[in-house]
């Protein structure tokens, strides 16, 4: 095939020297590619099980597969530094897909089951797509008829790889080979893979993750797990998020030798059986995911007395919540903050009850650096709110091909801007107290106001738009869609609009409200605080 699509260092904003070298002297950084985790687990642990469940693998299995994988895409035309749009749901094929395509490598670009045309054609474009790694269909949904949309809009997608009936695509199944050889060794700071930010602004930026960076995103948080061969990790959560693949999730679970169970959905019912079947010890969830486990256990009968630890994050966790999550499942509950930007920040294991149950945690290293801001960037008196800015061994310095929006997102000197509010505490924990900027999270999932009013106001009849966040108990905020219109739509028609133009679900509103002007700022912006503040009271 050849590479078309450019140096894929063009556009990317790499870690200061000074600042690499001391992450290296002091050993966070490995100097290892992301790949060698699973060679390196094939060595020390190569007849234990890698992945369980209908497909089962041990680790020797799997890095056999993963070499072929890299082979069998280096025989498609697909060279190193080439980037691949993976959108694949749970399931072993994700993690050889994963591991193939870094061996050979070429850059995952790990998009979402959820994402639809609007952001699969929008990720393609950005990040100079060779290729597309789709399912044939998944949870009711043709993936082939998304690539059929992206290959007319996007022709610089030279391949489709479906897992499943390919129809006029190629066939995953077909796609791996003896290698031919040796594969291609990648540079350790080079970009290993590209994860899809929230999107705080507009639509989802591409956050590039380097080899050595990732590398230790997944090692230290296994390390701080306490993640040994003798767990069982459930992937109940999208694999292509950052939580659940590298912290720790299935990166941080093979650097430990332990075992991968995968669940198509993470509804009680699925997820239940298969912590009973495969004796579970870990899973990371969502908020309201957590809540409805916790209520399941009075109708669901599964025994979950495997489950040592259960990893809560995405979004602030309720005290009444977290407070249940032991008595209910068993497990130890660790709260989790972080970003795929970087910073993370888990409550430990040995922690008290009460900050576990009260704060989001601590950062992971002893390189994060943190402070707390005023909106004039200076540091907010101790226990005081302020928004989170960051830097780190595992933390960007600045998304990619987003110059513009870097300059907003990121200090002059390099920290970078989370948008959430905190309090820190003596201790180091963070409490979450809300955002700073303009981005709904609800149930775990970042919905951008400007990217969902931008599409809500190409809907006929509509003025004026703005979206803003509600408290809801199940999924902490809900997306509410004020609109000045005439005729006023419905939410159903709202909804059917929104699914034309190729957005995802989980950004479209839960409620529309009509409202006869949109109160502004001083410089003329939408005052979300103030319209928050009406609607809210308006539900009352």
């Not at 894929?8 to 002297?25: I, L, N, Q, S």
């Not at 474009?125 to 790694?133: E, K, M, P, Q, T």
């Amino acid at each position: 095939m050849g590479s078309t699509s450019g140096d894929h260092r063009t556009g990317y904003v790499p870690f200061p020297a000074e600042d690499a070298e001391r992450y290296r002297t002091a050993g966070y950084w490995a100097g290892r590619p992301l790949g060698d985790l699973l060679r390196s687990a094939a060595e020390r642990w190569g007849t234990r099980p890698a992945i369980v469940g209908d497909q089962p693998l041990g680790y020797a299995e799997l890095d056999h597969a993963a070499d072929r994988m890299a082979a069998g895409l280096t025989a498609q035309g697909f060279e190193p530094g080439d980037r691949v749009l993976v959108q694949l749901p749970n399931g072993p094929e994700f993690v050889t897909v994963l591991f193939g395509l870094l061996r050979a490598g070429v850059i995952p670009v790990l998009a979402l089951p959820a994402h639809r045309s609007a952001e699969i054609i929008h990720l393609a474009r950005l990040s100079d797509a060779a290729g597309y790694v789709i399912a044939d269909r998944a949870a009711g949904f043709d993936y082939r008829v998304l690539a059929d949309e992206l290959l007319a809009a996007v022709p610089a997608v030279r391949r489709v790889l479906v897992h499943g009936d390919p129809g006029p695509h190629t066939a995953l199944a077909a796609v791996p080979c003896a290698p031919d050889g040796p594969l291609p060794q990648p540079d350790p700071g080079d970009i290993a893979l590209m994860l899809v930010s929230g999107g705080t602004t507009g639509l989802p930026k591409l956050i590039a993750r380097t080899h050595d960076d990732y590398h230790y995103n997944a090692r230290a948080s296994a390390e701080l797990c306490e993640l040994t061969e003798s767990d069982v990790y459930l992937v109940s959560l999208p694999a292509a998020h950052n939580f659940p693949l590298a912290c720790p999730g299935i990166l941080g679970t093979v650097a430990s030798g332990g075992a991968l169970a995968f669940v198509a959905d993470p509804s009680p019912e699925t997820a239940f059986a298969a912590v009973e079947r495969h004796g579970v010890t870990v899973t990371a969830l969502v908020p309201p995911l957590a809540q409805l486990w916790c209520a399941a256990t009075e109708w669901e009968e599964a025994d979950l007395g495997s489950l040592r630890l259960l990893q809560v994050g995405g979004a602030k966790l309720a005290e009444p919540v977290a407070r249940e999550v032991t008595p209910r499942l068993g497990a130890r509950l660790q709260q989790v903050f972080g970003m795929a930007e970087g910073l993370l920040n888990y409550t430990r294991l040995d922690d008290p009850d009460d900050l576990i149950r009260t704060t989001q945690g601590r950062p992971l290293s002893p390189a994060d650096r943190v402070r707390v801001v005023d909106p004039d960037g200076r540091d907010v008196p101790p226990g005081a709110e302020g928004e989170l800015i960051t830097q780190g061994p595992y933390t960007i310095r600045g998304y990619y091909r987003a110059a513009e929006h870097n300059a907003r997102a990121f200090t002059p000197d390099g920290w970078y801007r989370s948008g959430d509010l905190v309090r820190r505490l003596p201790s180091g924990h963070l409490v979450v107290t809300g955002r700073a900027k303009d981005v709904i999270n609800r149930g775990g999932e970042n919905v951008s106001c400007d990217e969902l009013e931008e599409h809500l106001l190409a809907l006929p009849g509509v003025q004026h738009a703005a979206v803003v966040g509600l408290p809801d108990d199940a999924l902490g905020e809900k997306v509410c869609a004020a609109l000045v219109a005439d005729p006023m739509p419905t939410l159903a028609a709202v909804r059917s609009f929104l699914t034309g133009r190729g957005l995802a679900a989980y950004k479209h509103p839960d409620q529309v409200r009509r409202i006869d002007v949109l109160p502004v700022t001083a410089v003329g912006k939408i005052d979300r605080r103030a319209l928050t503040a009406a609607l809210g009271a308006l539900e009352v």
